[in-house]
């Protein structure tokens, strides 16, 4: 295992697999040394504070986001295919009731989060000491690259989220017909033509034929995915031969930065109870919590169909603590995705646990304290990605 150091069209939500068919055929190193102490530039420090004043939301209280997410605001709206879903209300948040696999809500408040998760992941997503975003750890230029067939390559985004992922590579790469997949699809400003959105529920099958797909990308299902060997063979199936497969995904629980749980439990009693809880809960819930640096990896490596199987651990800062500037840069931007996590969780840990709602609050407020303590706390994140075998 590697270690990461410090005018548009639509999408067409309501499209059938066989019109984005149609539209695609016509047309690291280990690092175990701490480098947080690592002395930043003056020009990595104006860089960082002209990025600081252009965040548009404060950290300071979760809930004062709903405020900013009004249809003037927004950088997305929800299509028809969304306004016509069927959705449920539960402590105050609005969840998908299409599939009860997925426990996180599907409102504007979590749309925000998503949105700072993806910036903070692109920033870890950095090398060091070069002030420079990427989408990707994994070599999909490589897979996308012209093999100069006249063929244009397809990539998959699954679970797209709110779409900003998607959205971003297929402006990175125009001549790729990219498909985003999601239980709830949203429409973004700024949609490229080359990229088209339906709304699936990849977890029980993925609609496409066998060998479609040059790459496919999968990142945050850890909170609707209960069979993860069976989701891995089904993406395979739909890449081609010689095309590349990348999962993205958090283990659980987080922790203080290089630490063992004793340690983090010491230093953050807060933190590590609600974590500790959160775990339990995504465990009872049938989720695996050890997914990204076990479950995918052993999978993919038992797979017959794939080889140059590689692992990255990026870990994200849950606070800008760190010196080094991509580090604290996702820290600005997964701060607010930290604190989000008691809100995002709270339903999911009500009922998995059968706790009140007050206790759960109680272990969130004493969670985000840690947080706003400025503690090197961070929540793992793994890069795994194999190629599919060439014919």
């Not at 060998?211 to 496919?216: L, P, S, T």
């Not at 479950?295 to 010196?323: G, H, M, Y």
Request: proline residues 6%.
């Amino acid at each position: 295992m590697h270690t990461v150091p410090p005018g548009s069209n639509s999408p067409t939500a309501g499209s059938t697999i066989s019109e984005i068919m149609l539209r695609h055929d016509t047309g690291h190193k280990d690092d175990n040394t701490d480098t947080f102490n690592d002395g930043a530039t003056e020009t990595d420090n104006r860089s960082l504070m002209t990025f600081c004043k252009s965040i548009p939301f404060t950290c300071r209280d979760v809930r004062t986001m709903a405020h900013h997410m009004d249809s003037d605001s927004a950088t997305f709206s929800m299509t028809s295919s969304m306004e016509n879903a069927i959705f449920r209300e539960d402590a105050g948040r609005r969840f998908q009731a299409t599939n009860d696999d997925y426990s996180l809500p599907a409102d504007e408040l979590e749309f925000a989060r998503l949105d700072y998760q993806h910036f903070g992941l692109k920033a870890r997503a950095s090398p060091t000491q070069l002030y420079h975003d990427k989408n990707y750890l994994a070599p999909i230029p490589e897979a996308l690259k012209d093999d100069g067939t006249g063929q244009r390559k397809r990539g998959l985004d699954i679970g797209a989220g709110t779409g900003i992922w998607a959205i971003e590579m297929a402006q990175e790469f125009p001549s790729v017909d990219w498909t985003a997949l999601d239980l709830i699809p949203v429409q973004r400003d700024g949609t490229p033509d080359n990229l088209h959105f339906m709304q699936e529920d990849a977890s029980i099958g993925i609609g496409f034929p066998d060998d479609y797909f040059d790459c496919v990308h999968a990142r945050a299902l850890i909170a609707g995915m209960r069979n993860w060997p069976k989701f891995i063979e089904e993406v395979i199936r739909v890449t081609r031969p010689g095309g590349l497969v990348v999962f993205i995904e958090p283990n659980l629980p987080m922790g203080l930065y290089k630490s063992t749980a004793e340690e983090t439990r010491a230093v953050t009693p807060g933190a590590y109870a609600f974590a500790d809880v959160m775990a339990r809960a995504f465990t009872r819930r049938g989720y695996d919590i050890n997914a990204a640096s076990k479950t995918i990896l052993s999978v993919l490596k038992a797979n017959d169909l794939v080889d140059r199987v590689e692992q990255v651990e990026a870990s994200f800062p849950c606070s800008p603590w760190a010196v080094e500037p991509n580090w604290k840069k996702s820290g600005i931007m997964m701060k607010f995705n930290a604190i989000s996590v008691p809100e995002t969780t709270k339903v999911l840990i009500m009922d998995a646990m059968e706790m009140p709602q007050y206790q759960v609050e109680a272990l969130g407020k004493a969670y985000v304290e840690d947080i706003e303590a400025g503690h090197r706390l961070v929540y793992p994140i793994y890069h795994n990605w194999a190629w599919k075998k060439g014919l």
